[in-house]
């Protein structure tokens, strides 16, 4: 063989060989792992603490297992993903954004917090403040002293892991607000139907919240969701938004059962904003109702501030 031929089918070797190597690749953004201590479970899914002589995650992590279970069966996958427990005090060197504690997802990682998470302890502080006759329901599920991690950490886990589902595909969504959506009636499903000791930790704050009513919104719209998104928008005012999806995720599922929650997954996929162009309401209406249901498109329709 010439020397220069076999110099090109080294090359062409390599190429091949690297490309094999790439396509094996995980996904997970290691780079934020450094430091951290790996805890030795019973699942799948690598676990990372900021300290591990703070020893609150046996609950989380089994139920981040039983979602796992359950969402790699209804979109036929195997999810690889890291869960890493972070102090609020460590919180800014590893996670991607604030506020400390409350959970996030990117990168094939679902960040949680360690300790008592930033906004539980101000949303406690303000509850506590309220005449008793508003905290009964809250004291029978959160416990005397309403411990809202409970929802902010055991329920929000379950949203942040369902949003690696759809962001594993690499697509970006046409609404932001669909993502959401997405991400809260997955959470809604498998708790339903996987996590009954679950439901009330996670129906009862949003139906607090629900009920005491829209004074802690000042931007109401879906455009201004769009818009701002986390961003720009106050903390309760963004948690404003998430209810209204939660209150619509739910009567959606409850009418609908969870056949829904898949197609609505490849709508998000089939309809990247990368390769399609960008639907205006109308179209997002006409396409929503044929490829998923009316009862999406409504979401649109019946929204309460236009
Ligand atoms: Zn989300």
């Not at 917090?113 to 309220?130: A, C, F, W």
């Not at 939660?246 to 009567?251: E, F, T």
Request: some cysteine; charged content about 25%.
């Amino acid at each position: 063989m010439r020397k220069q031929t076999l110099i090109n089918l080294i090359a062409v070797v390599i190429c091949f060989l690297t490309t094999q190597m790439k396509a094996q690749e995980s996904w997970i953004d290691e780079s934020i792992h450094d430091g951290l201590i790996e805890l030795d479970t019973e699942y799948s899914f690598k676990t990372l603490v900021s300290n591990d002589s703070i020893k609150n995650t046996t609950e989380t992590l089994k139920n981040i297992n039983n979602a796992k279970l359950y969402f790699d069966k209804i979109f036929q996958t195997d999810l690889e993903f890291a869960v890493m427990f972070i102090e609020n005090k460590e919180w800014n060197t590893y996670a991607y954004f604030p506020p400390p504690g409350l959970p996030q997802a990117g990168n094939g990682n679902v960040i949680l917090g360690l300790d008592k998470s930033i906004v539980s302890i101000e949303v406690e502080k303000m509850i506590h403040q309220l005449p008793v006759q508003y905290l009964s329901k809250l004291k029978s599920v959160y416990g005397e002293k309403i411990d809202l991690d409970l929802f902010y950490r055991e329920t929000l886990s379950i949203h942040e892991l369902a949003h690696l589902y759809h962001f594993k595909e690499g697509t970006e969504p046409q609404r932001k607000w669909l993502q959401e959506v997405f991400a809260t009636m997955s959470m809604y499903a498998f708790i339903k139907n996987k996590c009954n000791s679950c439901y009330d930790l996670m129906n009862t704050y949003p139906e607090f919240t629900i009920q005491s009513g829209d004074k802690m919104a000042e931007f109401k719209t879906l455009k201004d969701f769009e818009e701002k998104y986390v961003q720009k928008l106050s903390p309760q005012n963004y948690e404003w938004f998430q209810m209204q999806f939660y209150k619509n995720a739910k009567s959606i599922l409850d009418l609908k059962g969870d056949g829904i929650v898949t197609k609505l997954r490849n709508f998000l996929i089939e309809t990247d904003l990368s390769k399609t162009d960008k639907l205006s309401d109308t179209e997002l209406k006409t396409r929503l109702e044929k490829e998923v249901g009316k009862e999406i498109a409504n979401i649109l329709n019946n929204w309460n501030y236009k």
